[in-house]
């Protein structure tokens, strides 16, 4: 009965202690290397990719990861190239196979959710493909067989000397031989490693035969059960696994305090130059030994004082048939786990992960040398994933492409993402347009989970090594009345960041919110403009009281930060009129809100001056303003309209939101600007597309 009881202990602790995807990573230690700004998001999604496979870690100095991976302190260091699409995974020397093949598959997964591949940096090190599980599991259980023959030969205890010391030499005899076994075995390796390899297969034998002794002498034959489910059936799972990364919790811990488990982990130590951890298998393997010898030893001399097991009364003869039944219900018990262990090991299904990878279609465009050119390429109609949009911010790349985004964009109902997306991204190169398309066909910066989508406002690049690292202010937006034009209302700021190699395509690395979501438009639309100038990058925000009269703009408010650190807002200062403050709502008005500018605005700066354009009152107003500053920080003053640019809401043909563009088609003394248009008849739009492109023309600086 208790052996059957022990039975459905153990096989209670396997079903329960192993999940359906056991021999998946499991917080397998791992470190990114490159410029903090790109880590920093990654190494967040990467910890955060389901059932956690990596615990994940960055540095920026690929010598600093090279001595964590000698160390043993990770098990693969992954080298970010940026100028590329392909990155270099780099394993430790020493490593497990079957962890070997898991972080290959796992990381090329993970990469291909990008757009990337990974380069797979061969280790000529003489370790590597080797495996100690299958020989320390041996061993250990060599240890335990060898218990069961002397039980079976002699009876369960040592109740003369000679007896005794027949169990010591046989244990010694049988750990010299495995000893011995390992030595040969390990022949390829120096003397030194053999040596210390052949003395763990010796002291794993000592510690299994000690420990199950003890086991027999103190619980007779649900003793010995109780061994073989700790020591022969335990170790199971590590051994169908391959490495205890590729368990989870318990099993993941519980098989480094198995025997064979901590032999596993000293034998790594043995042949390798690391020794991370090797506390805990050494008093495993050492307290074994001790605890199995004291027992064994005690019960010479105390046998008579104590309690002897209901075993022991029995005939040599009884006793081995009785036994006999503990070894097939052991050898049942192990068969069962191993089933058991095989058939969760084998139902693993990989979790599938969105896939943030971009691709790009080229349409031919021509020269672009004017506006003419500009108000041209707008008209083209071969495009069916970008038909129509609005906003239409720009940045310049460093490899002479630029970067367009627009707002909500029409594609084509033929497409996957048919209808509008919130957001869509274009290349602009010479005689070519590419619009930059995600695997799911919809918004580049894809909408959150519960809805909420990302209207760009403002983008800004910074020319790195081989790549562009682009930075885009957005806008959270939530849908309030699908049939209303202005049903939604603008939930806070969000900072997307691209990665942009010379000549690639851009890959989405993080999406960050900046503040809870919250309508109220007094607090500043962030990033609804945006500038770099020397080491700063400049986020201008609009803000206003609610419900405000007709024809009342925004105030204008600025905030900066290093453009590496603008997703961290915690590193933001405001400008408070007089200085920078670390306090959000100490920023100070640049422009009031009284004849203000529009939500959404440009500021740049020329030849050492700074203007602010936007159509003055928002949406309503009409007039065309420069405001102009001799610094970031203002105070700006409004200069004379440029120009008129009405609503157009009484005819139905919108209007609004006038951008400049200063590094396109740069001329001393003007700037290009572009505005929306759309129309108040949706069908109109989606008969006619062009009706929802932007138009450009060029404006005249003001002189002051």
Same mark, same amino acid.
């Given at each position: 009965?208790?052996?059957?009881?022990?039975?459905?202990?153990?096989?209670? %602790?396997?079903?329960?202690? @192993?999940?359906?995807?056991?021999?998946?990573?499991?917080?397998?230690?791992?470190?990114?290397?490159?410029?903090?700004?790109?880590?920093?998001? $990654?190494?967040?999604?990467?910890?955060?990719?389901?059932?956690?496979?990596?615990?994940?870690?960055?540095?920026?100095?690929?010598?600093?990861?090279? /001595?964590?991976?000698?160390?043993?302190?990770?098990?693969?260091?992954?080298? +970010?190239?940026?100028?590329?699409?392909?990155?270099?995974?780099?394993?430790?020397?020493?490593?497990?196979?079957?962890?070997?093949?898991?972080?290959?598959?796992?990381?090329?997964?993970? /990469?291909?959710?990008?757009?990337?591949?990974?380069?797979?940096?061969?280790?000529?090190?003489?370790?590597?493909?080797?495996?100690?599980?299958?020989?320390?599991?041996?061993?250990?259980?060599?240890?335990?067989?060898?218990?069961? =023959?002397?039980?079976?030969?002699?009876?369960? @205890?040592?109740?003369?000397?000679?007896?005794?010391?027949?169990?010591?030499?046989?244990?010694?005899?049988?750990?010299?031989?495995?000893?011995?076994?390992?030595?040969?075995?390990?022949?390829?390796?120096?003397?030194? /490693?053999?040596?210390?390899?052949?003395?763990?297969?010796?002291?794993? =034998?000592?510690?299994?035969?000690?420990?199950?002794?003890?086991?027999?002498?103190?619980?007779? +034959?649900?003793? +010995?059960?109780?061994?073989?489910?700790?020591?022969?059936?335990?170790?199971?799972?590590?051994?169908?696994?391959?490495?205890?990364?590729?368990?989870?919790? #318990?099993?993941?811990?519980?098989?480094? %305090?198995?025997?064979?488990?901590?032999?596993?982990?000293?034998?790594?130590?043995?042949?390798?130059?690391?020794?991370?951890?090797?506390?805990?298998?050494?008093?495993?393997?050492?307290?074994?030994?001790? &605890?199995?010898?004291?027992?064994?030893?005690?019960?010479?001399?105390?046998?008579?004082?104590?309690?002897?097991?209901?075993?022991?009364?029995?005939?040599?003869?009884?006793?081995?048939?009785?036994?006999?039944?503990?070894?097939?219900?052991?050898?049942?018990?192990?068969?069962?786990?191993?089933?058991?262990?095989?058939?969760?090991?084998?139902?693993?299904?990989?979790?599938?992960?969105?896939?943030?990878?971009?691709?790009?279609?080229?349409?031919?465009?021509?020269?672009?040398?004017?506006?003419?050119?500009?108000?041209?390429?707008?008209? &083209?109609?071969?495009?069916?994933?970008?038909?129509?949009?609005?906003?239409?911010?720009?940045?310049?790349?460093?490899?002479?492409?630029?970067? %367009?985004?627009?707002?909500?964009?029409?594609?084509?109902?033929?497409?996957?993402?048919?209808?509008?997306?919130?957001?869509?991204?274009?290349?602009?190169?010479?005689?070519?347009?590419?619009?930059?398309?995600?695997?799911?066909?919809?918004?580049?910066? #894809?909408?959150?989970?519960?809805?909420?989508?990302?209207?760009?406002?403002?983008?800004?690049?910074?020319?790195?090594?081989?790549?562009?690292?682009?930075?885009?202010?957005?806008?959270?937006?939530?849908?309030?009345?699908?049939?209303?034009?202005?049903?939604?209302?603008?939930?806070?700021?969000?900072?997307?960041?691209?990665?942009?190699?010379?000549?690639?395509? #851009?890959?989405?690395?993080?999406?960050?919110?900046?503040?809870?979501?919250?309508?109220?438009?007094?607090? #500043?639309? %962030?990033?609804?403009?945006?500038?770099?100038?020397?080491?700063?990058?400049? $986020?201008?925000?609009?803000?206003?009281?609610?419900?405000?009269?007709?024809?009342?703009?925004?105030? @204008?408010?600025?905030?900066?930060?290093?453009?590496?650190?603008?997703?961290?807002?915690?590193?933001?200062?405001?400008?408070?009129?007089?200085?920078?403050?670390?306090?959000?709502?100490?920023?100070?008005?640049?422009?009031?809100?009284?004849?203000?500018?529009?939500?959404?605005?440009?500021?740049?700066?020329?030849?050492?001056?700074?203007?602010?354009?936007?159509?003055?009152?928002?949406?309503?107003?009409?007039?065309? =303003?420069?405001?102009?500053?001799?610094?970031?920080?203002?105070?700006?003053?409004?200069?004379?309209?440029?120009?008129?640019?009405?609503?157009?809401?009484?005819?139905?043909?919108?209007?609004?939101?006038?951008?400049?563009?200063?590094?396109?088609?740069?001329?001393?003394?003007?700037?290009?600007?572009?505005?929306?248009?759309?129309?108040?008849?949706?069908?109109?739009?989606?008969?006619?597309? +062009?009706?929802?492109?932007?138009?450009?023309?060029?404006?005249?600086?003001?002189?002051?």
């Amino acid at each position: 009965m208790l052996c059957a009881v022990l039975v459905l202990i153990a096989l209670g %602790w396997i079903v329960t202690g @192993l999940r359906a995807d056991s021999g998946e990573l499991h917080e397998a230690p791992v470190v990114l290397v490159g410029p903090d700004v790109v880590t920093s998001p $990654l190494v967040k999604q990467v910890n955060a990719v389901p059932g956690r496979p990596f615990s994940a870690g960055a540095v920026d100095d690929p010598a600093e990861a090279a /001595e964590l991976l000698a160390g043993g302190d990770v098990v693969a260091v992954l080298e +970010l190239d940026l100028s590329g699409t392909q990155d270099q995974l780099r394993l430790a020397a020493a490593h497990r196979p079957a962890l070997a093949r898991a972080v290959r598959a796992e990381v090329s997964r993970i /990469e291909k959710t990008r757009g990337r591949t990974v380069a797979f940096v061969s280790s000529t090190d003489r370790h590597e493909a080797r495996s100690f599980s299958p020989l320390t599991f041996a061993t250990a259980l060599a240890g335990f067989l060898l218990v069961c =023959v002397v039980s079976l030969v002699w009876g369960p @205890l040592a109740r003369t000397l000679p007896r005794l010391l027949a169990r010591l030499t046989a244990l010694a005899a049988l750990a010299v031989g495995a000893g011995l076994s390992g030595w040969l075995l390990a022949a390829p390796l120096p003397a030194g /490693e053999r040596m210390l390899l052949g003395s763990v297969l010796a002291a794993t =034998v000592i510690a299994a035969g000690a420990l199950t002794f003890a086991c027999e002498v103190i619980g007779g +034959l649900p003793g +010995l059960l109780l061994a073989a489910m700790v020591i022969v059936a335990g170790p199971v799972p590590l051994l169908l696994a391959g490495d205890r990364l590729l368990l989870t919790d #318990p099993w993941s811990t519980g098989s480094g %305090w198995t025997i064979a488990g901590a032999a596993e982990s000293l034998s790594w130590a043995a042949v390798g130059d690391a020794h991370p951890g090797i506390a805990q298998p050494l008093v495993t393997i050492v307290g074994s030994a001790l &605890l199995g010898l004291v027992v064994l030893v005690a019960t010479r001399w105390l046998v008579r004082g104590v309690v002897v097991p209901e075993g022991a009364h029995l005939s040599v003869g009884r006793w081995r048939g009785s036994l006999g039944a503990v070894l097939v219900s052991a050898t049942c018990l192990t068969v069962l786990v191993t089933a058991v262990t095989s058939a969760l090991h084998g139902q693993t299904v990989p979790r599938p992960l969105p896939s943030l990878a971009s691709t790009t279609q080229c349409v031919p465009s021509g020269p672009v040398e004017d506006v003419d050119d500009l108000n041209r390429i707008t008209r &083209l109609r071969a495009e069916p994933a970008l038909q129509g949009g609005d906003v239409g911010v720009s940045a310049a790349l460093g490899d002479g492409r630029s970067i %367009w985004m627009f707002g909500d964009t029409l594609r084509d109902k033929d497409l996957p993402g048919a209808g509008f997306v919130r957001n869509s991204m274009l290349l602009v190169e010479p005689d070519c347009l590419r619009v930059v398309l995600p695997e799911s066909g919809g918004a580049i910066i #894809p909408d959150r989970d519960d809805g909420v989508g990302y209207w760009p406002m403002s983008v800004t690049s910074l020319d790195k090594p081989g790549y562009a690292l682009v930075v885009v202010a957005a806008q959270r937006v939530r849908t309030t009345d699908s049939e209303d034009a202005f049903g939604f209302e603008a939930l806070g700021p969000a900072i997307a960041q691209f990665v942009v190699p010379d000549g690639g395509v #851009p890959q989405l690395i993080a999406v960050t919110d900046i503040g809870a979501d919250d309508a109220d438009t007094r607090r #500043p639309m %962030w990033g609804a403009a945006a500038a770099v100038s020397g080491e700063w990058l400049y $986020l201008y925000g609009t803000a206003r009281e609610p419900d405000p009269p007709l024809g009342t703009g925004f105030a @204008l408010h600025v905030a900066r930060v290093a453009p590496d650190q603008v997703a961290d807002p915690d590193r933001w200062t405001y400008w408070d009129g007089t200085r920078w403050s670390r306090r959000a709502g100490s920023s100070s008005e640049l422009i009031p809100a009284t004849d203000g500018v529009s939500q959404t605005l440009s500021v740049f700066e020329r030849d050492g001056r700074w203007y602010a354009f936007s159509k003055s009152g928002e949406f309503l107003g009409d007039d065309l =303003v420069f405001w102009t500053s001799s610094s970031p920080t203002g105070p700006f003053r409004a200069q004379p309209p440029v120009g008129t640019l009405p609503s157009g809401v009484a005819a139905g043909e919108l209007r609004y939101m006038p951008l400049a563009h200063p590094d396109i088609l740069e001329q001393p003394g003007s700037v290009i600007v572009s505005y929306s248009r759309n129309s108040t008849d949706l069908g109109a739009v989606l008969r006619n597309p +062009l009706l929802y492109r932007p138009k450009f023309i060029r404006l005249d600086l003001p002189d002051r």
